[in-house]
């Protein structure tokens, strides 16, 4: 057997491997990715971009449900194509996995081996009868949707994110077990194609949200537009060629599952009781967030393996981290970004910085605001939602906020890099918020905050600043 030898040894080339690579190409470090199973990301195939492309044009379908109060007519005799529809979500997915290809491990040579690894030692791998000794190694090998045991006997019928997006025409009813983001986006997108769906989920929340009023306002809203049992585990059986999905004194009839409970990471094939450290009761070993290293091992996890941000920005900087610390030989700590995550469901679902459950309601002030009187909102006919924001009561710094409501990805972005740079609530009020826009609800929150906060800015202004003459 031949034995190759390099400075990094880097399993998987999703976004997490892609930018390790990055990094240790810069340290000019000699270096092999290793890559069993599809090419390309997980967010370009079967993630992020195939799923938001089903998301609009199941939207921009559904908008026609508006057009009869503009004066429009004509808009009941519209009618979606499915098969069509999905082949054109099927193209765009094309495009982009053949982009990141293209800048990619399509050109890499040699330092690209298609196959699985698997740990002999801590820096020494086996791959297609070959093996590799590392000084350093870095395992970005993603994740994979999870599916119990007990309904893979269910075969096709179950189906996850990894075939959605496969199907050429999709059946008259589907049952969607697990309403977190994948659930909720493509539940929803499903129902508005013309689709009957049941939504399932064993948490009393949706979209992973804990604020309860956040929660509240987004079961009543999504709840609208198709059915959701929440608070008890579903269970299914066979039903002639179809599926009952029953959930305490719910049962309904589909012709497929679409099973979004949560993703496992793809470590099966690794061989990781052979790093010498404690697993624990689902085989991963234990890393540190901020450097990424296991123990003190030569040997690194990022990505969504770590089963911990499993968001692409989150898996591209901790690819970056692992792939410098790699490279340079180093236990470099770095200073994790501002949490952020967007459910592109309509309306968005968005949580930033510190969470319900991570707050001191004793020292926390939350401003509030709905968006049913808000102008551009009500303009655009999704005046739906709330928003609520997060700040410690003696200083006024923004700590977190949550909320659902029209174009709130945006919002969200914005209070994530306030956040991020430590800004209290009456500086973002001396900011320019433009009228009408979407931005001036976060305005009115932020108002409702400031009030509460017991720090204020001088002479108690926040519209205006006074200039220094």
């Known amino acids: 057997m031949t034995e190759k030898t390099v400075d990094v040894a880097i399993i998987g080339s999703g976004t997490a491997g892609l930018n390790a690579m990055g990094q240790v190409r810069r340290a000019r470090k000699s270096f092999v990715l290793i890559n069993g199973g599809e090419t390309g990301t997980t967010c370009a195939r079967v993630g992020c971009m195939p799923s938001k492309a089903m998301i609009q044009v199941a939207e921009d379908f559904h908008r026609r ?28 997915r094309d495009i982009f996995v053949e982009r990141v290809l293209e800048h990619s491990t399509d ?64 059946p008259a009813a589907i049952g969607v077990i697990g309403l977190g983001t994948i659930g909720l986006e493509l539940g929803q997108s499903l129902h ?27 079961i009543e809203i999504l709840g609208r537009e198709f059915p959701l049992h929440l608070g008890r585990a579903a269970e299914i059986e066979a039903s002639g060629d179809r599926l009952k999905v029953t959930a305490g004194e719910h049962s309904v009839l589909v012709d497929k599952v679409l099973c979004s409970i949560g993703r496992v990471p793809n470590v099966g094939k690794l061989g990781l009781d052979n790093l010498g450290v404690t697993l624990d009761e689902h085989g991963m070993p234990a890393c540190n967030p901020n ?17 911990a941000r499993m968001i692409l920005h989150e898996a591209g900087d901790e690819g970056r981290i692992a792939g410098y610390n790699a490279a340079h030989g180093e236990t470099a700590a ?21 969470r319900w459950k991570e707050l001191d309601q004793d020292t926390t002030a939350i401003g509030e605001v709905r968006f049913g009187p808000v102008g551009r909102a009500l303009i655009m006919g999704r005046n739906k939602g709330i928003l609520r924001v997060y700040a410690d009561r003696l200083s006024g710094r923004l700590l977190g906020a949550e909320m659902i409501g029209p174009a709130c990805e945006h919002i969200a972005h914005l209070l994530g890099w306030c956040i991020e740079q430590g800004l209290g609530a009456g500086e973002l009020l001396r900011m320019p918020f433009y009228h009408p826009t979407i931005e001036e609800a976060l305005q009115a929150a932020l108002y409702d905050l400031y009030r509460q906060v017991e720090t204020k800015n001088a002479g108690g202004l926040v519209e205006l600043e006074r200039m220094e003459s």
């Open 334 to 354: 770095f200073r994790r970004k501002t949490p952020l995550a967007i459910n592109f469901c309509d309306p968005n679902i968005c949580t930033v910085g510190r």
């Open 192 to 218: 508005r194609f013309g689709i009957s769906v049941t939504g399932f989920d064993q948490l009393d929340t949706i979209g992973g949200i804990q604020d309860p009023e956040v929660a509240r306002t987004a």
């Open 291 to 307: 450097t990424l290293q296991i123990a003190d091992l030569p040997v690194y996890l990022a990505g969504d393996v770590t089963g």
């Open 107 to 170: 050109k890499l040579g040699e330092e690209f081996i298609e196959g699985y690894a698997r740990f002999i030692e801590p820096t020494l791998l086996e791959v297609e009868g070959q093996r590799i000794r590392a000084g350093r190694v870095v395992i970005a090998t993603g994740s994979r949707p999870l599916v119990p045991g007990a309904w893979q006997a269910f075969g096709e019928r179950i189906i996850t994110t990894d075939d959605l997006f496969e199907y050429e025409d999709l």
């Open 65 to 92: 449900a508006h057009l009869g109060r503009y004066g429009i007519s004509g808009h009941e005799d519209l009618a979606l194509d499915l098969p069509e529809a999905l082949e054109h979500v099927q193209n765009l």
